[in-house]
């Protein structure tokens, strides 16, 4: 019993140890706020511990563990509706110490990032920044492969498009010469 | 600057600085929650975590460093190591954020030498927070009130002052009241609370006459005083509600001692840190029954006031 104990422990921490990058920073750039971000890693990683017998093996696990992340974020944004009110009142001023400023090149990204709908954005940064597949997209949206794949090409293009508009030259790009963008007007994606 | 695909892929959040701190409160959060689960437990649904009142800086959660960084949880495997006093006190942290969350109160403390450095008392309730310094109460700007969305300050001759939206007050002249109400902000809520427990090391218990329990242990300076900015060319670290930090809590490699009692009812009453001759201690009360502040009334527009300046001075 102690064996195999130790070797469900074993398994998680080395899940632990290859997946949590990812997904804490999926979280971070997904949840609305630090904390829900917090929360919904620990959550994730309660029902990886909770479920590792049913969890797959190797790179499948890190989608099972984004499918669950994005499940656990949403339940978050549906629990805390009632608390918009608050959240506008609190949270509007974010502190500027807390919010590290983003440089020009990531100011114009991050603008970019939000003429996107949250469905482009979303399905875009699984691929760019969390490096998945189109089929691995598609198991955490829970959609075909085939809409993942024509997903991430609209969102491509559109963030193409939209980083062109604000970004024409490389000297002319708004969020060069614009200081609006990195004084806070920027949102987290 | 190509298409933006580069960029794009520059802006990952992994490659900020900070994200391997942010991994490492996930471990300690991902301890703590598993410590506390009930042994055995492999339900396939749980509550859903319950809403902190306030948010902590998304810089930390999305902030990133190395792609391949590896945070061995330790001890969250080991049989004796997880032991009951960790489960109980990840208990006490969970049950007291849960009551936190609605209203509470929270007094700081801070000494040096057994002198009196610094005082707050915060209160809040319904979204709204009042904080005012019991150790300057004369001087303006000792009692700051966040209601509705509106910041109320007393200024030196005891009237109140609508200050307006938080984020116009001060800009880029030290310690704005935005600031401080961010850090009060998540320090109010959960998270500032799970973290400082989630992370205790060398974790041992006492039980007093009174039914108390005192939980003594060891925590990172670094997961006590964060980072909150930069100033004079220095980054500067803050403890929880407000108090830059010195000496060698400053440090973020420093363990210093810090014990949490819990009352009867195992909520969170104090949580006190030591280091060198400082101690730093937030007792909460009334978790969850504070009334919530209320504006001031006869307050004057600071707005109003700058006005007639204007037009005085004309």
Known sequence: ??????????????????????????????????????????????????????????????????????????????STRRREALRERLARERSPAATESPGAEEASVRAALMQLGPR??????????????????????????VTARGRLHRARRRFRNAFESLCGGDDECPAH????????????V | MSDGFDALRRANPRARTGFAESIEVAAEAVRARIAAAPPGATSRRRRVPRRRLVGISMACASAAAGAAVIVALGSLGGGTSIGSAHAALASAAGVTASSAERSGTATVRITRDGEAWGSTTVRW???????????????????MLLVDGTVYGVEHRGEWLDLGHPGNIDPDSGTTPAEYLAAVREDVGGATLRRLTGAMRNLSRSERNDGSVVYSGTVSAGLIARERGFKAGQHTRVLPFGYVAHGEAADPDSQLRTTVTTGTDRVVREIAVRWGTWRYTVTYDELGTTPAPVAPENAKSLEDLRRQQLRGER
């Open chain 1, 1 to 78: 019993m102690k064996g195999t104990d130790d070797r469900r422990r074993q398994r998680f921490d080395a899940l632990f140890a290859a997946y949590s990058p990812s997904i804490v920073a999926y979280c971070g750039w997904r949840a609305d706020s630090a904390s829900d971000a917090q929360d919904a890693v620990a959550e994730v990683f309660l029902a990886a511990w909770r479920r590792l017998d049913e969890l797959p093996e190797g790179d499948a696990a890190r989608v099972w563990l984004y499918a669950t992340a994005r499940r656990v974020l949403a339940n978050q944004r549906r």
């Open chain 1, 120 to 145: 482009d954005r979303e399905v875009l940064l699984l691929s760019e920044w969390e490096d998945l597949a189109p089929a691995q997209i598609a198991e955490v949206l829970g959609c075909l492969t």
């Open chain 1, 177 to 188: 010469n614009n200081d609006r963008l990195l004084r806070g007007e920027h949102q987290h």
């Open chain 2, 125 to 143: 309730g319904q979204g709204d927070v009042a904080i005012r310094r019991e150790d300057r109460p004369e001087q303006a700007g000792a009692l």
